[in-house]
């Protein structure tokens, strides 16, 4: 356990949510002598799936709010198993006939690791270790948020209450905060469906090679072609070959109330028919796969209001085609936690929002319409790229790089002068956009179909397989 700082600051926030974003924010508050509880809905701190990626981006976050975080990483990571390819992140190659298996595009990210990936819950371990037992509160799923005079009051579904100064919610996809931030009765509340599931599953390294051969097992793979895309690459140390096999939907709608479903391994075989050999071989080894829709949050106004804030894929959750979902939440736990232990008054939590909404905003919303993109790019979707080949090694040689080769602590220097400035620097308030949003938003949440407002509040509880998410 870290030797944190004593807590000092004269008030107080409450994390509602210890997935990943939540214990790397609560991370950093406790190093910026800000006092923290988090709430968590569960009964332990846990994540569904079996990894994700990390790229240089996240992990300079990482090392800015506290190295033992980036420690714990390496410790757990999965990087491409032979040399040369240390610095790959994938190779991207023909899915589908007549060019089955043949090279399109090598993406590397220059002077790193290319592919970094860890166990879910392995890495939410490390991140468990550095949070003190009395900071953490489980059994506590968010039922209401209700700011009175200086405290946010919190209600949660088992009767009880608790206060703070301030609440920030990184409860995820299905986020509660977000609905109570924006209404219940708003489109913006509630995730949206892309268009595309996945089928996710995990094979063992051994059968893998010996099926694939060496380089195409251990190494990231990206496979591409019609409405379809399929990637492996290694986790659990190399000892597993991570597999997500992606589909457009027909049309486009997704009715179910459950997000994952089981899955009939014909259903599968019918959506790669006409796919080379490599896809297929890969597809007979996935035993158990089950479909997961594939969600992500449309753009909003704001990222807070009053004293009420939203972290992560509560604020703006993604999809996985640009690896970077995590990352993302990680890097705004650094830069919030970062603004608020620069203050020195709970009258100054809003100006904090204010300043971590405007720095954080454009960057993560961008986020979510490229990576939808990456997708249809992916799936020779795109406008303007479709199979075009020379087209597409462009998009990849351009895509990543405004991910990967960012300056957080550029960021951080720009948030305190916006916070500094005054409301007029940002150009935000969180009333205000919020307000004017539920009012435009009336109308068309009335006549919302049906099959796309969900009952969010619902868990799917998948503790038994092991996917990767991100």
């Not at 690896?323 to 809003?350: K, P, R, T, V, W």
Request: proline share 4%.
């Amino acid at each position: 356990m870290p030797e944190y700082v004593a807590p000092t600051k004269p008030f107080d926030i409450a994390i509602v949510g210890g997935g990943i974003g939540g214990l790397a924010f609560a991370v950093g508050l406790l190093h910026q002598g800000v006092p923290v509880k988090v709430y968590e809905s569960t009964k332990a701190f846990m994540e569904v799936g079996a990894g994700l990626g990390l790229s240089p981006n996240s992990q300079r976050a990482m090392k800015l709010i506290d190295p033992a975080i980036y420690e714990g990483f390496l410790r757990r990571r999965s990087i491409n198993g032979w040399d040369s390819k240390k610095e790959v992140w994938f190779d991207f190659r023909h899915g589908m006939h007549p060019r089955a298996g043949e090279l399109i595009h090598t993406v590397k990210r220059r002077g790193s690791v290319g592919h970094s990936t860890c166990h879910r819950a392995h890495f939410l371990d490390e991140l468990a270790h550095l949070i003190p037992a009395e900071v953490a509160h489980f059994g506590k799923r968010l039922a209401d948020l209700e700011e009175k005079e200086d405290r946010v009051v919190m209600t949660f579904r088992d009767g009880t209450t608790a206060e703070a100064s301030a609440v920030v919610c990184c409860d995820g996809v299905k986020s509660r905060g977000r609905q109570i931030l924006f209404g219940e009765k708003n489109p913006i509340s509630y995730a949206q469906f892309t268009g595309k599931y996945a089928y996710r599953g995990l094979i063992p390294m051994d059968q893998a090679v010996d099926l694939l051969g060496d380089e195409l097992a251990r190494n990231g793979q990206m496979y591409l072609g019609e409405h379809g895309h399929l990637l492996t690459f290694p986790i659990q140390e190399g000892q597993k070959m991570n597999v997500v096999a992606f589909r457009s939907k027909a049309n486009g709608k997704w009715k179910s109330e459950q997000w994952v479903l089981p899955m009939q391994k014909e259903d599968m075989y019918t959506d790669f028919e006409g796919w080379g050999p490599t896809v297929q071989k890969i597809i007979s080894l996935m035993q158990k796969p089950d479909i997961w829709a594939l969600f992500d949050h449309a753009s909003v106004p704001t990222y807070y209001r009053g004293r009420i804030c939203l972290l992560g894929d509560a604020a703006h959750a993604t999809t996985p085609h640009q690896g970077a979902g995590a990352g993302m939440a990680i890097e705004d736990a650094f830069l919030l936690s970062n603004l608020l232990g620069s203050i020195d008054s709970a009258a100054e939590l809003e100006d904090a929002f204010r300043a971590y909404d405007a720095v954080r905003r454009p960057r993560t919303q961008k986020l979510v319409e490229s990576s939808r993109e990456a997708g249809r790019m992916y799936e020779f979707e795109l406008e303007d790229v479709w199979d075009d080949i020379e087209k597409i090694k462009g998009q990849l040689d351009e895509r990543m790089w405004w991910i990967w080769d960012h300056d957080l602590e550029k960021d951080l220097e720009d948030a305190k002068k916006i916070m500094r400035a005054g409301p007029a620097a940002s150009g935000t308030g969180g009333d205000e956009s919020t307000e004017s949003s539920e009012s435009d938003e009336t109308q068309a949440t009335e006549d919302e179909d049906e099959d796309v407002l969900l009952d969010l509040d619902e868990v799917v509880k998948m503790e038994k397989l092991e996917i990767i998410e991100e």
